[in-house]
């Protein structure tokens, strides 16, 4: 059973647009949520993060956005550049265990 | 080390022969994972270590899959008998104890024939 579910295996976006991916969890435990970036042939490397006790949180073009009460997830890419094509994954932490979503492929069209 | 150095990168094998995927984490990093991405899947959990506690083998999909951490330190992930739906990425990551971040290697590629 997938506590942490990415439900568009695919995006596809222009250059310069908004970026919009989303997480739905059901671990009401997670107290930690963070999102990876992949590149094929590499290991995921580290996003950016929230807490639980906080709603966003911003670094440069990348917002996360956390509903509690909807158990989702959101990240935000303003503007979209073509570097930033990659798989997106999220994931949820529960005391020392981490839980993945399946991923979401970013496109983003020059 | 610098990064999580996981070796080998690729490795083709026969169906029913063992295998072993070695990991080296971050120097200092007492908490080591592995997990395991299939082809169009998102990242398994496999094996957790944390110090000299027992290790969290829940994720092990079969016992034919087993791991150990030597010292503390390096890790290898042993599958015997391999199967054709053994084939996969498999990524290991480090962490400090409680940390809230992973850092992951770049994985070992596994194909069974």
């Known amino acids: 059973d997938q506590q942490v579910k990415q439900n568009s295996p695919s995006l596809s976006v222009q250059e310069g647009r908004i970026s919009i991916l989303n997480c739905d969890y059901t671990?009401?435990?997670?107290?930690?949520f963070l999102w990876y970036k992949k590149y094929p042939a590499e290991g995921p490397t580290f996003l950016i993060s929230i807490s639980s006790i906080k709603d966003k949180n911003e670094d440069g073009r990348f917002t996360v956005f956390l509903n509690k009460s909807a158990k989702h997830l959101s990240l935000h890419i303003v503007p979209s550049q073509p570097g930033d094509s990659a798989v997106y994954f999220c994931a949820a932490k529960d005391f020392n265990k981490f839980y993945f979503g399946s991923g979401t492929k970013l496109n983003v069209k020059p | 080390g610098a990064g999580v150095s996981q070796s080998p990168s690729n490795k083709v094998t026969e169906k029913g022969k063992d295998v072993e995927l070695r990991c080296d984490p971050i120097?200092?990093?007492?908490?080591l994972y592995w997990y395991r991405q299939s082809l169009g899947q998102g990242l398994e959990f496999l094996i957790y270590?944390?110090?000299?506690?027992?290790?969290?083998k829940s994720g092990l999909p079969s016992d034919r899959f087993s791991a150990e951490r030597t010292g503390g330190s390096v890790s290898t992930l042993t599958i015997q008998r391999t199967q054709q739906e053994d084939s996969a990425v498999y990524l290991c990551a480090s962490s400090l104890y409680g940390a809230n971040v992973l850092t992951f290697g770049a994985g070992s590629r596994l194909t069974v024939l």
């Open positions: 270590f944390q110090g000299n506690s027992a290790p969290d």
């Open positions: 120097s200092g990093h007492t908490a």
């Open positions: 671990n009401s435990m997670f107290d930690y």
